[in-house]
Nanobody, 118 residues
């Protein structure tokens, strides 16, 4: 089992910045991919960014150049630095950890609200 706890959400004006954190505990060595997802009201949950082995990153086109995902293995914590925030970034942001062997298993945090005002 893996437990994930997000923090760092809040209310910010358009153009501002926030940094989300995801603290992981439990059987972390089994995790292959970590990432951030978000879900806006009335919309499906969507991928924001993923990180593998602390160096291989992938971003949704909508956040490229504005968001940066990183991972501190010593602290078992993943981050999402969000700059130049836009009102359309408003959503609940979820931390995800994925194990792919021996079968795919996804773990989710409880989510943290990010609200960007115009």
């Amino acid at each position: 089992q893996v437990q994930l706890v997000e923090s760092g959400g809040g209310l910010v004006q358009a153009g501002g910045s926030l940094r989300l954190s995801c603290a992981a505990s439990g059987n972390i060595v089994s995790i292959n991919i970590m990432g951030w997802y978000r879900q806006a009201p009335g919309k499906q949950r969507e991928l924001v960014a993923t990180i593998v082995s602390s160096v291989i990153t992938n971003y949704a086109d909508s956040v490229k150049g504005r968001f940066t995902i990183s991972r501190d293995n010593a602290k078992n914590t993943m981050y999402l630095q969000m700059n130049s925030l836009k009102p359309e970034d408003t959503a609940v942001y979820y931390c995800n950890a994925k194990r792919v062997s021996p079968y795919v298993m996804n773990y989710w945090g409880q989510g943290t609200q990010v609200t960007v005002s115009s």
